[in-house]
């Protein structure tokens, strides 16, 4: 990086330190294992998310003569898309198991926290393809395809996924 690139740089303002190119600092390698392993750590958090709910949801209904009990419906695609929009969207931007795998998913265009509402199109779309094996594969062929190792809900949602 020449000086006049580092000056602009630092001249801009405060950033995220995923704003400085994570393609080129290598932020990028061996993010599909750890994603692999931080969807494993997700599922059991989901999981306990879900009792719990369930949980809820009956001893609820039990006080509203059951007009609650319709929620079970929703009960583990809201959990799981709710659980990913509020971990990914807020300040850690991960969820507990990219946390922990040290992973980070932030804005592909800015480099900053991508938001509640881009991190929960991301989820959607997560859990539509990973519903449906024909988008399924298709999602990881590009991600194994492309050198910044994005998968196709990434591009879709606009989100990188890099190394903290």
Do not use: C, E, K
Not at 16 to 26: E, K, L, Q, R, V
Not at 46 to 51: A, E, P
Not at 104 to 112: K, M, N
Request: net charge neutral; no cysteine.
């Amino acid at each position: 990086m020449s000086n006049s690139d580092y000056a602009s740089r630092s001249s801009a303002g405060p950033q995220s330190i995923y704003a400085m190119s994570p393609i080129a600092d290598g932020r990028t390698d061996g993010v599909l294992s750890r994603r692999v392993i931080a969807y494993l750590i997700d599922l059991v958090v989901i999981s306990f998310l879900v009792v719990l709910f369930a949980i809820l949801i009956f001893i609820s209904g039990i006080f509203t003569l059951g007009l609650t009990w319709g929620l079970y419906v929703i009960l583990i695609p809201g959990t799981a898309i709710l659980y990913s929009a509020l971990t990914i969207g807020g300040a850690s931007m991960g969820t507990i198991g990219m946390r922990l795998s040290g992973l980070a998913a932030v804005d592909a265009s800015s480099g900053q926290p991508a938001g509640v509402i881009v991190a929960g199109l991301h989820a959607l779309l997560f859990y539509v393809g990973i519903g449906t094996l024909l988008l399924f594969v298709l999602d990881v062929v590009i991600g194994l395809a492309r050198s910044d190792r994005r998968l196709g809900h990434d591009l879709l949602a606009d989100i990188i996924v890099v190394r903290r």
